[in-house]
T-cell receptor
Framework: ETGVTQSPTHLIKTRGQQVTLRCSSQ?????VSWYQQALGQGPQFIFQ???????GRGNFPPRFSGLQFPNYSSELNVNALELDDSALYLC?????????FGSGTRLTVV | GQQLNQSPQSMFIQEGEDVSMNCTSS?????WLWYKQDPGEGPVLLIA?????ELTSNGRLTAQFGITRKDSFLNISASIPSDVGIYFC????????????FGQGTRLTINP
């Protein structure tokens, strides 16, 4: 149990659809990051939120967007899904390298 | 962007053997992190290294921060079945950056 909860655990979507993934932390960390992990690869940084503001972004197009709420829970939204968006999406709570990863949401785009 | 290269990509060993894997970068890292990922789970931090030359242990695991700051090593002694998984090195690409760059992982398989 990492204290970081992601939902749903698995999801199947059709190309072109939109998806929202959710993350919450028991400890209420004010920093949350999202990573995409394609099969057989290491996680890749999507973006980070700090106190409800985006605080850094990786090499992902604008159709990947996020929100952080006053209770520090977070959402990752992906519009116009593409087949290559199929991956494990990981939420990370914390800072100063005390990174606590959630178990992820496995997204399959068909 | 900065990349981390891990080797080997996969290892098949007998239970009880020692394991060594490494991670290299073309640029300097000031922090090295080693994670283990089990199937269906997120990565779990094993060891964090903050200083060139640092050698840190966590049970049967030992990791070293290379003197050049461009590499790091992870050793596992007397492997057991629960060591099976994928091991990732990672680090922040610039000092103070909160995002992490990950290697592509080393998959460890243990034959009982």
């Amino acid at each position: 149990e990492t204290g970081v909860t992601q939902s749903p655990t698995h999801l199947i979507k059709t190309r072109g659809q939109q998806v929202t993934l959710r993350c919450s932390s028991q400890s209420g960390h004010n920093t949350v990051s999202w990573y995409q992990q394609a099969l057989g690869q290491g996680p890749q940084f999507i973006f980070q939120y700090y106190r409800e503001e985006e605080n850094g972004r990786g090499n992902f197009p604008p159709r990947f967007s996020g929100l952080q709420f006053p209770n520090y829970s977070s959402e990752l939204n992906v519009n116009a899904l593409e087949l290559d968006d199929s991956a494990l999406y990981l939420c990370v709570a914390g800072y100063n390298y005390g990174y606590t990863f959630g178990s992820g949401t496995r997204l399959t785009v068909v | 962007g900065q990349q981390l290269n891990q080797s080997p990509q996969s290892m098949f060993i007998q239970e009880g053997e020692d394991v060594s894997m490494n991670c290299t970068s073309s640029s300097i890292f000031n922090t090295w992190l080693w994670y283990k990922q089990d199937p269906g789970e997120g990565p779990v931090l094993l060891i964090a290294l903050y200083k060139a030359g640092e050698l840190t242990s966590n049970g049967r695991l030992t990791a070293q921060f290379g003197i050049t700051r461009k590499d790091s090593f992870l050793n596992i002694s007397a492997s057991i079945p629960s060591d099976v998984g994928i091991y990732f090195c990672a680090g922040p690409p610039i000092q103070g950056a909160q995002k992490l760059v990950f290697g592509q992982g080393t998959r460890l398989t243990i034959n009982p």
